[in-house]
């Protein structure tokens, strides 16, 4: 008997979902609960789970199809042993039949980086890069390769794949072949249309403006190499920067209630709670999970919410619930190295803090010239309701916290 796998219900507000990509295909065995296809919604990527224990029949959508909530997939016909073996004895017969020598490497390579096993993404990188997909171990569900993967095979310099020079090499005066001109279309995924979408009507609807600033980091780093093992030891998560600026941007939102406001109509909503969202890459692009009532928490707290946003980003499993809300976002742009940029508020949240990368500077205390850890800090806001006052006020109060710690235990 077969059985209907439809969409499920994905989330408040979120009535449709692009298929991208099945993770089983006709004819394997599943389980019951275990996930035959990905969707990716405007915020996260939602696996499907089979009903029942069987093997996979029909697919009736297509990898980059749009599909409703309550839209039939596909089909899976319960019975899995009785039905899988045709097709294991089919696979058996096909294993004893001699195969042409010539098409051997190609139909290997095909089963191993086809366009059928690796996302439009993966696939990318792993021609821009010259990788051999089958060299590279899988971190994903059922050992699928994420971005991850393959960057991290680009660091180590593994994976690279081998020339496809054919067994009589050609004359050693034959003419270089040119320079590669190859271009690959690849759709958006749903969740870089959203944030393309949403970014772009920020800068058409807010009136965006950045300060900035920087602060000396040497007090921070100095109480996180001093306390960061018996930290780790007591709590089970690493002391990070993190922890210190969503306790110093809670403290300064208490005092500029303001940047902690958004705009509904033609009237101010202050929020009495901080609601932070951070920045976290996945495999799937920027996400921005919320830490609840982030003011209340602990720096173990915080830090241990953030770890949890991370594991759960690269793992593909982020839900619509840990995406939505927030009041003010913080993004750290420098664990990948930028030393000073613009970030763009996320919509309805009126402003944003952007961190950058640590670096020593010859800055002058005391009216000597000295070596300090030195970051920029940004603030973007919207001028529509925050005045340039506000937004520097803001920003300074974060600077004296994390210059001097001391503030963040007697919220000062």
């Not at 979408?197 to 980091?217: C, F, I, P, S, W």
């Not at 960061?228 to 500029?256: N, P, Q, S």
């Not at 009495?272 to 982030?294: E, K, Q």
Request: with cysteine; proline share 6%; aromatic share 4%.
């Amino acid at each position: 008997m077969a059985t209907e796998v439809k969409v499920p219900t994905l989330g408040e507000s979120v009535t449709e979902a692009t298929v991208g990509q099945w993770l089983k295909k006709p004819g394997e065995a599943v389980k019951a609960d275990e996930p035959i296809v990905s969707l990716e919604t405007d915020k996260v990527a939602v696996d499907v789970p089979s009903p029942v224990a069987g093997v996979m029949g029909d697919l009736v959508a297509k990898e980059g199809d749009t599909v409703e909530v309550g839209a039939l997939l596909a089909y899976v016909n319960e019975g899995g042993a009785a039905a899988a073996a045709p097709a294991a004895a089919a696979a058996k017969a096909e294993a004893a039949a001699p195969a042409p020598a010539a098409s051997a490497p190609a139909a290997s390579d095909e089963d191993e980086g086809g366009s059928l096993t690796l996302s439009p993404a993966v696939r990318r990188l792993v021609l821009e890069h010259g990788l051999d997909p089958s060299k590279i171990k899988g971190t994903g569900k059922d050992g699928r390769l994420t971005k991850d993967d393959v960057m991290a095979a680009v660091a180590a310099g593994t994976a690279k794949a081998a020339a496809a020079t054919p067994a009589s090499a050609p004359a050693a005066d034959a003419p270089a072949a040119g320079p590669s001109r190859k271009q690959e279309r690849v759709k958006m995924t749903r969740l870089r249309q959203t944030v393309a979408k949403r970014l772009k009507e920020a800068q058409n609807n807010a009136a965006l403006l950045t300060t900035y600033n920087d602060v000396d980091m040497t007090n921070v780093i100095e109480a996180r190499a001093k306390y960061k093992d018996l930290f780790e030891k007591k709590h089970g998560v690493r002391l990070g920067f993190m922890g210190f600026f969503t306790k110093a941007v809670c403290m300064a939102l208490k005092d500029i209630p303001g940047v902690n406001a958004q705009i509904e109509g033609d009237e101010i909503v202050y929020n009495d709670f901080a609601d932070i969202s951070v920045a976290v890459s996945a495999p799937t692009g920027l996400v921005v999970p919320v830490i609840r009532n982030a003011e209340s928490l602990s720096v173990a707290a915080i830090e241990k919410t953030i770890g949890g946003f991370g594991k759960k980003a690269k793992e593909g499993k982020l839900t619509m619930e840990d995406m939505k809300g927030g009041t003010f976002t913080i993004s750290n742009g420098g664990v990948f190295g930028s030393l000073l940029s613009s970030p763009i508020i996320n919509p309805p949240q009126s402003a944003v803090l952007g961190l950058h990368r640590i670096e020593d500077r010859p800055v002058v205390r005391n009216g000597q010239i000295v070596i300090r850890p030195m970051m920029y800090l940004a603030l973007s806001y919207d001028h529509r309701l925050i005045d340039g006052r506000e937004a520097v006020t803001f920003l300074v109060a974060v600077k004296n916290a994390i210059e001097d710690p001391t503030r963040l235990l007697i919220d000062l």
